[in-house]
């Protein structure tokens, strides 16, 4: 259970790291949509392995086969299926994963609430499994930006300490995708690259945090009081692996500020109702109103790491971990496409939602 | 669509600041509970408004009516239904929010999004929204505690720039109540209620962080790949009114730390596998590992501050509001029992759905 | 669990028989509609008791309260709280239940359920759970014939082995209401209030028949390949007290054809395609085809009956129990508005969704 | 949307009759329970055409391929992929389907809802779909068997106007298999074999009812007020190609009954609570008794028949429809395993809930 996310634009992934293979069924994407393989691939290479000398070695091709949903070329309105083959899964290099529980994984959670796992490169817990959410969004941001003008735009904000500041209004696509950490500010980013291959070399590894930007979204989105924008936002990003931190607009730094400070004040601009500030990162009582949607995501450092490392294993007695295996030393440019497909799979099912119950996105 | 939550212990909550009630109805609540509204009237009160010096002055009693599914004292097994009513409304303290919207409220967005919305005192948009939520929790935290003896605890951690330091293992409620603030550091606590004092009188309002604990969690709950416990903890979280960010564990603290500081090494205890620090905070790979889950939310400052500031009305004309009417300096007091609520609502959905899939809680 | 109804428009009751009330809230309706109490009142009227000499004589005025959701008269998107006060309660009329399961009813089934069950009048399993629905209903009949122009009409097609035959192109509500068992065909009303006095004069019960018709139904209804239209109104129609048989269209019926006989050939009228036939009752593939949406619900004879049976107490004592408490001898014109309220509920709910998935009704 | 069924077991099937694969995703199977292949082709061999001279005669193997989920034979609680590649598709047999509607079918309603339709073999709404929940229900059935006790059998009732009484209580799975019509009353089975050929002779086709029997199924699984077993029953039921209608026990036969003779007799039989007669067909108040399930499933004769048919073209032009192209001339023979599918689907999924609202199957 909990492997569907959605309520109108509903997507179920499946597949294990070492399995066959991994997928995604999407439910609910309007018919009439041109789609082919080539709209999913581009965001799957982002988020593929191998892809720079900052993330992980394996070898995936990760070709997006579309099964079912689309006919001639154009979405019928039933569920689309997609999948992706494993090829390079070298089992037997996790070989040591089999009794002993890393630490920080999720090897000892799994085992103790279903008795059983796949213990073969973290199986069902890896981010492998995020290739369904990838390709599902990948159609999510189409519909986005042909039926809405919606556009959605991610990139690294922070790894370990060394922090970008990036202009919202400005940054594009090509800015993030200039270098290989896909952090748009180019001074920084080599910075980070750095700290990265310093952390690779010493069997180490680094968080960091991905902030996300969405533009062109209508006023209106969002269904309080539960599923209020912010909180399917919160929920998906949470739900990605390594996620444990979530703001929307100036998040924990709204703490320090008063009232007075963090209001935004509202003006009319080309008969559009719009604030002077964006505080609130585009979100008001968990409904859109119009400015851009600002979110950022904390994600720990890899819990992979080569040194030594205090555990116990299947049996319930102690030993230690030696670190082997390829390994991201520091998921944030993989989390990238990860981050902005949770925000289009929200906004695309808001969208749905908001039409239906309205019957205009207002 | 958007006010129940939960999947085999769904709440669905309804009401308007000043429409005639508020309330709730649970389904799914496991039959033969003991229950009466002297389990629920106590979060009730922790809650409500006018309960001391620092919080909103409007009067209510929220006295919680049950009026389904409880017999003779016990759960049915059939819906919960519960009423609480609205009397010291003052509406026309309001009116002049009939028109104008309020600087990062939610009267433009609703209105964006409905078309219509209910001027009086926020509306659905309202903290007082959460009474059902609250009542709620407390039937779902003595199934917590009678089923599975499991504890949930919250607190405030910080008032604007004001930081408590609280040792989670020892916390206990008493410590918590026995100030207006509700932050168990007594010292840090006076501090915390004179700048609120201060920011009520110059009319202006704080933000702040609750931060809540939840002990004697079994390992094994939460439902990847989405349903993750911290996915529906963050969801929950961000569906409280005012809250703008979520952490689990060490969160965005966790980002400056390499995986070698950040990783909880395992070991055994009295036959019990343990981790000998908690920087995941009881969730590894959305799932619970034994461990205190630890839990923030950080909530901004409260929109409703008494100067003049710029807005525009329903017809798109330039205009500025002059606050007033009762509100809340600060939440961060009242915040306390709905972080608890939705901890509780999430873990018991959780343990629900785990005694369903396994037979057992593992 | 399972006291929600619907994906977009969902609707949720509550209530025991011989509780303090009975309610429903309402997620999900769009904002806007003109809605009172007196648009409610009337189906909750054709449903109450004591409303002609062949139903139970329990006595209640079964008056709607509207407690949120509504504001100045327009809904406001958010939910609608409905509530109804159980006044003629005459709990001890049911002491004899207490103890002894009664044959036919839903004592034992709730008891090895839930462990615990409230014995008055039939608790949660009692038919005036349904006045929520039928409440929840009168609302979407509203949305269904302002914005779509869909009109829902239902009457009793057979009590016993007394069959109506009834012109669905022709047959409106005047004819419906116009006798007692809200039989269309005058004559054949006249035979079944007959036979329905004479079962109640022997302490007996009768069941029977009631057919739905919905005019006005745009194509494009319906999400295969779980939720068609059929599928979804035989969830709701079989959900009613003492259903226990659905048919679409020829349902039954249509077995004994071969296709060449039950097809029905396509031709244009007016630019619109029509079918010459309606054997399939407007749904084909499980979805609605712009013909008159025809389905039949069948009742079992009321299980309250006064004559002594066979049965067994709680401790598991062979028992005889005697008849006793007010009854219906025949529900099935009290059936009436409860299939309408399913079919209504399900088809606002497939109309919103449909426009939330393609723009448009099609 | 509307392609997953259940609640807590999950499914969710893609997939047109001519795509590349049709397949299904589990999500919510409890762990621990081996499956291969080979516990799921059984099935999929009784659904698949080519069977028999009175199936279609399109030729598919339908091997069902395990692509996630699965660990060394045994279940890990993750979402299972299964998928069959469609093979023998002769679209060209079809094109004549490309532009006329043919009668019945669901070719305009499918047109009419989403815009464009697959029009090859049916697309979506060919009873190919149904392979994903056959293979689900495999996998369903198994659980049912070893965690329960529970049998699910169903077998064909009726074709066309011949009849058959089976003896419910003795009828076993070898019955059902010992004729290609799955007729467990041999004299009848040859009759109904017998019709069918005239029928697929003339070009012409035929309809009928499946019965289904469920034994073993503890008192205590349906969710009051919607989710009752009966009411999940129909729409699984329902859901199936060409299904019109629905009986729980004795259905419409219960109509022209009076209460005296319907109700079922409580008696105690070996410490337990049994019924003297099943009238309820198992089910009280939307609960199982314990006694056996007994449901019946009506089908409408096969749209496809060879004869010229009046019919329009897509552009609204009135046309004749040639029949052509391999069809069932009656589907009862498949249905079967369909029906049995869709019972196993409910009770497992209601088996799951139980357990986790109660902590005990009661």
């Known amino acids: 259970m909990g492997n569907t996310f959605g309520h109108m634009f509903r997507v179920t992934t499946w597949g294990e790291s070492h399995g066959d293979a991994v997928g ?3 439910d609910g994407c309007p018919p009439g949509l041109a789609i082919t393989s080539d709209d999913i691939q581009p965001d799957l290479d982002r988020r593929k392995p191998g892809q720079s000398k900052i993330t992980t070695q394996r070898k995936e091709g990760d070709k997006a086969e579309i099964l079912s949903g689309v006919f001639q070329g154009r979405t019928l309105g039933t569920p689309i299926s997609i999948v992706v083959s494993n090829n390079d899964q070298r089992g037997k290099d996790y070989d040591y994963m ?3 529980f890393r630490p920080s994984h999720a090897d ?4 103790a609430k279903y008795g059983i796992r796949n213990w073969k490169g973290g199986g069902r817990a890896s981010a492998r499994e995020t290739i369904g959410r990838v390709a599902a969004a990948a159609v999510a941001k189409k519909i986005l930006s042909e039926e809405y003008g919606i556009e959605i735009l991610a990139y690294v904000k922070q790894v370990w300490n060394i922090v970008a500041e990036i202009d919202l209004s400005s940054v ?7 270098n290989i950490v896909r952090c748009p500010d180019q001074q920084i980013a080599l910075k980070m690259i750095d700290q990265i291959e310093k952390a690779r070399k010493s069997g180490d590894s680094l968080g960091g945090v991905v902030e996300a930007v969405a533009r062109g979204v209508p006023a209106g989105l969002g269904d309080p009081v539960f599923d209020k924008l912010e909180a399917d936002l919160a929920k998906g990003v949470l739900s990605l692996p390594a996620c444990k931190g979530f703001e929307s607009g100036l998040g924990f ?3 320090a500020m008063t009232g007075s400070e963090h209001n935004d004040p509202f003006y009319m601009e080309d008969g559009r109702v719009r604030t002077r500030t964006n505080r ?3 979100i008001q009582g968990g409904i859109s109103n119009g400015e851009d949607i600002v979110i950022r995501a904390a994600f720990k450092p890899t819990a992979t790491i080569l040194g030594n490392q ?3 294993d299947e049996d319930g007695n102690a030993s230690t971990l030696e670190g082997r295996g390829r390994h991201d030393p520091c998921v944030l440019p993989r989390a990238v496409p990860m981050v902005e497909a949770m925000m289009a799979l929200v906004l695309v099912d808001h969208a749905i939602r908001q039409r239906g119950q309205t019957g205009s996105l207002v």
Chains 1, 2, 3, 4 share one sequence.
């Open 24 to 26: 995604v069924v999407i």
């Open 98 to 100: 089999q009794t002993k």
């Open 108 to 111: 000892f959670s799994y085992q």
């Open 172 to 178: 594009s696509i090509d800015d993030v995708e200039s």
């Open 253 to 255: 730094g709204a703490v």
């Open 280 to 282: 609130s990162g585009g």
């Open 310 to 312: 205090e555990t116990v």
